[in-house]
T-cell receptor, first 115, second 115 residues
């Protein structure tokens, strides 16, 4: 069965610091990868996604993620965080045959950016 | 992006009663809808997948007679928690997917508290 591991449960950064959130998944077949973000009091929103092609994908709000197949990783990065990036971030792989694909949520990483 | 609504946003009920939660896709016809629950400080757990006009597919360990799902139209799915107990207290989140699209959009969630 597929699973996902996010290395840090809590991350605290100052504004303008660089961010990298680690994500490793376990699945041997074709996998689609997503990063979702949940801002305080709001619903989950899609940050970015990877299906195929260029392994470096860019998302909204200056976020990007790099898919490294050999490492089963899909780390999220942002060169300079802002206070408004305070949120919970979920790395979400999706695996399975067509018709049975489902998202697999990890425990998430709670990011706090201090002004 | 897609807009997904849930109603109610919060509900408190007595033990033994049933509660219905609605999920509406406002921007497109959602052939597939998903129901998740999220325990405090934990990640989302997929409960079931519903396709319009057919029976929902429940994840292992989820009681289908307790969590009734009806996907009556392409824009509405309902989750009914029957004979609710305090352990059913949780945050219930729905998401929708349009046709063969690869992205799911999430609703704002419903917080259920069973006294």
């Amino acid at each position: 069965a597929q699973s996902v591991s996010q290395h840090n449960h809590h991350v605290i950064l100052s504004e303008a610091a660089s961010l990298e959130l680690g994500c490793n998944y376990s699945y041997g077949g074709t996998v689609n990868l997503f990063w979702y973000v949940q801002y305080p009091g709001q619903h989950l929103q899609l940050l970015l996604k990877y299906f195929s092609g260029d392994p470096l994908v860019k998302g909204i709000k200056g976020f990007e993620a790099e898919f490294i197949k050999s490492k089963f990783s899909f780390n999220l990065r942002k060169p300079s965080v802002q206070w408004s990036d305070t949120a919970e971030y979920f790395c979400v792989p999706r695996a399975g045959s067509t018709g049975f694909q489902k998202l697999v949520f990890g425990t998430g990483t709670r990011l706090l950016v201090s002004p | 992006g897609a807009v997904v609504s849930q109603h109610p946003s919060r509900v408190i009920c007595k033990s033994g009663t049933s509660v219905k939660i609605e999920c509406r896709s406002l921007d497109f016809q959602a052939t597939t809808m998903f129901w998740y629950r999220q325990f405090p400080k934990q990640s989302l757990m997929l409960m079931a997948t519903s396709n319009e006009g057919s029976k929902a597919t429940y994840e292992q360990g989820v009681e289908k007679d307790k969590f009734l799902i009806n996907h009556a139209s392409l824009t509405l799915s309902t989750l009914t928690v029957t004979s609710a107990h305090p352990e059913d207290s949780s945050f219930y989140i729905c998401s929708v997917r349009e046709g063969g699209a690869d992205t799911q959009y999430f609703g704002p969630g419903t917080r259920l508290t069973v006294l």
